[in-house]
């Protein structure tokens, strides 16, 4: 299982930091009681966290998840030789809009929670400045964004964005202040580890702030490098903290601090997905200690399940920089994975356009994170073996309870095709498998396929919504017109259209909506699409008005963006959004078609081309459940609510499950 994959690699007897990465937790149990033995007892305790994300409102699961956290604190430090819990050293984006509400709510929270002898370490985070700044947050909290802290005679520096932009340049303002100080600190004592922490990675260090996935800022990068013993913590990215890429060593030492709210997940070049349904179950920390002779220990929590993961991380010997163990080395050298004896993949389940593929975790020293499966089709016309393309997925090694089977969906099958598909193993740092293991399978036909797919003006099989007698209707050509019904928000009209010849469309006021709940079999079915609406934005229209789709952590989407005068379609592939867009005029009728194929996403406004963007993968939609909706005039969130309005009209709107050919969309457009 997950626990032996990760404890079974260390050669047991003298113990080593500089021979491992990943250091089980019973073994690093074992070193603990024979150090307190010799006297290099904890000498300084803290909870580090990250991304708690208070809204302000007290039934939010955030909120005992918090109080959780610090509760815990006091259960452990009470079990331990060394009994006290020091400091709280939360690393930004205690709010999710700065407001009094919230930052009130987190600070009262906090210090009701917080027992006398334990100090309080905070910065800002980007989302601190979505509806304050730096003079508000510090009258709430009664202490400077960027200042030093003090514990048991060990430094910690807390620093804060001047503006909150999420991009480079939003530390140097507070560099030079940084580097005075550091340096000042660092003559006292080379031999203590020095804290510093801010929002945003430190790019390139930790996973999340380097490569495809780089949410850091480069700011700080110099200033630190100065200073060897120093250990950085960051946040900002929610990525799990028992992925051995959130710890990184090269001239210092740095670690990213995960979340208290929901995770998140690397795309790795828009390859992995990012969000999953679960991911608002999850819940991070570290307890950090320090020993008498100046090592540091991080062992990462999990709320969701009470419980340590199973690894911890450990600086031996802050500034000691040729025995970093957590190096760039590791891309290039760390261990691949290899397949468990017997594994054998199998088909759990298939129908003409999907298949579920499950089997055995493999095994890596560190861990597996995650794998590629390779598919191929057989042509039926002339015997040869094509590419299918890739599908790129999690092991979950993020969660505690990691399952003993990994399994992917194929989600943009042809009927009636046979496949082969070969499955390689990933390890964090993407090294691959040497091996592969291997699979054949066949898909049945679809009974249900539309007869409109090669039709010169195909109707639509999904959402066909137009004004009939006055009414607001949806007449797909399949099953999908009495499951996907419209509710109406609001008061929208239906009026007659001189421009289009007296033909009747519906006016959106800007506070309007009509909202299709979607069911779960219907976004299963919806793996490729074109969208497709024939609108206008009023000349008072403002700001982004949607005008037909379901964007909420994935989904597909016309909208636009009255300011700037622009048609976006919006399609998440993998999780990630691949955004296209065109100029357009306010006051003035449009046909705007998107289409996306699996691998490729291509825009047209009245019949032609006009945007493309390669986007290979799966349609992705809504993770919250209570966001699967369908909007016209506007766009869904979560609890079924509506943003985004439109201020304009619609004359039709429309939904494929496939993507429509250039010569069908100009015949729409005729």
């Known amino acids: 299982m997950k626990t032996q994959s990760r404890r079974n690699f260390l050669k047991f007897g003298a113990f080593s930091a500089a021979s491992t990465v990943f250091l089980p937790r019973d073994v690093f149990a074992n070193y603990e009681e024979t150090t307190e033995a010799r006297g290099n007892d904890v000498v300084l305790r803290c909870c580090v966290m990250s991304d708690v994300h208070f809204d302000g409102q007290p039934d939010a699961k955030e909120v005992p998840r918090f109080k959780r956290a610090i509760e815990f604190m006091y259960e452990y430090s009470a079990q331990q030789p060394y009994k006290n819990f020091d400091a709280l050293v939360v690393v930004g984006d205690m709010s999710n809009h700065g407001n009094e509400q919230e930052l009130t709510m987190f600070k009262q929270t906090m210090d009701a929670a917080l027992k006398p002898g334990t100090q309080k370490f905070l910065c800002m985070g980007n989302h601190e400045f979505y509806g304050g700044n730096q003079a508000f947050w510090q009258s709430i909290f009664g202490v400077e964004p960027n200042r030093r802290y003090e514990a048991n005679g060990f430094n910690f520096f807390a620093i ?13 303002y507070i560099a030079d202040w940084l580097d005075k100080e550091l340096a000042k600190v660092y003559k006292e004592d080379k031999d203590k580890p020095i804290f510093v922490f801010q929002h945003y990675p430190v790019s390139p260090t930790v996973y999340g702030g380097r490569g495809y996935d780089d949410w850091g800022a480069d700011d700080l990068f110099d200033v630190l490098q100065k200073y060897p013993n120093v250990v950085n913590f960051s946040g900002h990215t929610h990525y799990p ?13 740095a670690f990213g601090t995960g979340t208290l709210s929901y995770l998140c997940h690397g795309h790795e070049g828009n390859r992995f997905q990012k969000y999953f349904a679960d991911d608002h179950n999850h819940g991070q920390f570290y307890v950090v200690e320090v020993r008498r002779d100046n090592s540091v220990t991080l062992k990462p929590y999990d709320l969701t399940t009470d419980s340590f993961f199973d690894v911890v991380y450990f600086v031996a010997k802050p500034g000691a920089i040729d025995d970093y163990v957590y190096t760039d080395k590791r891309y290039s050298s760390s261990e691949k994975p290899t397949w468990r004896e017997g594994t054998v993949p199998k088909v759990s389940g298939v129908d003409a356009y999907a298949a579920s593929i499950e089997f055995k975790q493999a095994y890596c020293k560190d861990v597996v994170a995650g794998y590629r499966l390779d598919l191929e089709r057989l042509d039926s016309n002339n015997g040869d073996w094509e590419s299918a393309g890739s599908y790129w997925f999690w092991s979950q090694y993020y969660l505690r309870d990691m399952p003993e089977n990994a399994s992917v969906e194929l989600t943009d099958l042809e009927p009636n095709a046979d496949y ?37 003006r195909p109707n639509p099989d999904c959402y066909d919504i137009r004004v009939e007698n006055g009414e607001v209707v949806n007449k797909p050509t399949n099953k999908w017109e009495k499951q996907l019904v419209l509710e109406k928000r609001g008061e929208p009209k239906i009026v007659e259209e001189a421009a289009l010849g007296g033909a009747a469309v519906v006016a959106f006021s800007g506070k309007d909506a009509y909202v299709s709940p979607t069911p779960e079999e219907f976004l299963k079915t919806l793996r490729r699409a074109t969208i497709a609406a024939k609108f206008r934005l009023d000349e008072n229209a403002k700001g982004p008005n949607a005008v037909f789709g379901n964007t909420d952590t994935g989904g597909i989407e016309l909208s636009c963006n009255a300011t700037d005068k622009v048609l976006r379609l919006w399609v998440s592939v993998n999780g990630i959004y691949t955004v296209l867009e065109t100029p357009i005029e306010l006051g003035r009728y449009y046909q705007a078609f998107g289409t996306y194929d699996g691998q490729n996403a291509v825009l047209y406004l009245d019949g032609k081309e006009v945007a493309r963007k390669t986007a290979r993968g799966t349609l992705t939609h809504p993770v919250d459940k209570t966001a699967h909706a369908f909007v016209l005039g506007g766009d869904i969130y979560s609890g079924m609510r509506t943003e985004a309005h439109l201020n304009g009209r619609v004359e039709f709107a429309k939904l494929y499950s496939w993507a429509l050919k250039p010569e069908q969309v100009a015949n729409w457009s005729e």
């Open 420 to 456: 082969n598909c070969r499955i390689t193993a990933l390890n964090p740092f993407m090294r691959e498998s040497d091996e592969t293991i291997a699979l054949r399978f066949k898909t049945p036909d679809d009974p249900n396929r539309s007869p409109e797919r090669d039709a010169p």
């Open 241 to 253: 903290i028992n992925d051995p890429r959130c710890a990184w060593q090269g001239c210092f030492s």
């Open 160 to 172: 804060s964005p001047e503006k909150g932009t999420m991009k480079d340049g939003d530390y140097l």
